[in-house]
């Protein structure tokens, strides 16, 4: 069978340029080049020789042609996506092709979640009606948007559930039955995706049958800030896991300037600047690539000064990990209730705060650390929207809900004010 080679005309790339597939069979593999549109011959299936570049480029696609047909030959059992992970690594090391085709080299099994998703997209887009390749789309999209480097083979039960809290709370505007429905449809397509990488050969953790239609609620989505600054002052000297420290480290940073993970991750020194009053700002892209310039805290800036603005690097997944275990140190074991939405029932059970803590609990944690600051101010809800970035108040109201406390500070300030009509 031949390997045929043509451009990905239905999605061009973000410079403008179309990007080059070979396909064999029903596999396609992204060759990794690219042209423009003018610069391609759709008959010959090469470069136009009146493009300068196209000597060079037509070799290349020679070359890695031959290099697939290798890979290929050599998978006697033909798993597509084994054959992707050999490729993607000659990719990267054209000279260990021998070492690739002996086994010699050792192909870790992790690929890009946004390849795994775009070589279903064009694998099967014959095949697949528009609205379940839109599906596919559309929890990569919000997947990436929650955690930019996640890694489909790590995920597991409590990934989820973390996963579909921020879609509740921080993406959906909807209401609850919209937030079941957009679950339920997220969960069914992950696992469509996972029985298609299982049957392929892929491992997975146990345990993912709990992936379902369902998303955990703590009555209490936020830390007192009392909580947090425990979190803070915990001894992690002597604990087990060295990714503890930098997990904290990610976590409060998240709780100190109340950024969301993708924004936290992406943070460089370039990020934070003092204004002309010398205060210290945060200076970003939010969802929606809306821009924002925020004053920061004092626990902010002093946390980020100690780090000399220089912010620690790991996944989403390790910091969910690694927070739980830090807030038991911290002695966050008050038994807090929480909601089970299954199918169209509601479960509910105690378990320990800890429990439920994330790294977006932070986000909450200062979403209401700002409520308190700011009650009593006039246009104190405005406020807090503008420091969480948000477009929406309907979001900012699904924060500033999270604790009764609030709201019991707020009445004991217009009460001492006299503004609750007089005495009875």
Known sequence: ???H???NVKQPLSNGKLSIIFRYGDMRVVSGESVTPGQWDDEKRRAKP???GSAVLNSKLDKKRAALQSIIESNPKFNPDDIRKRFKAYLKDPKSLDDILTGKLAVVDSIDFHAIIESLLIENRSKWSH???????SIRTKILEYEP?????KITAQWWKEFAHYCAVDVDDGGLGNVQNTVATDAKVIHRLIDILRDRGHQFTAGLDEIGMSYIEPEIMSLEWDQVKAIAKVDLSEEPRPSMEDSRTLWLIGAYTGRRWSEVERMTKQNFYQDNKKRWRYKGIVKGKK????PLLDEAVDLLRKLNFEIP????????????DIGRLAGINSKVLVTEIRNEKIIQSSVNEYKTIHFHTGRHSYAMRIVDLSAGQPHADKFVSFMLGHANHTTTWKYLNRRSSSHDQMFDLITKS??????H
């Open 131 to 137: 609205g379940y390749l839109k599906r596919f789309r």
């Open 50 to 52: 009146a493009f300068s």
């Open 291 to 294: 821009p924002i310039d925020v």
């Open 5 to 7: 080679t043509y451009t």
């Open 1 to 3: 069978m031949e390997i």
């Open 418 to 423: 006299g503004k609750t009509g007089g005495k």
């Open 149 to 153: 480097t996640f890694d489909i083979f």
């Open 313 to 324: 690097k790991l996944t989403q997944q390790s910091v969910n990990r690694d927070i739980k």
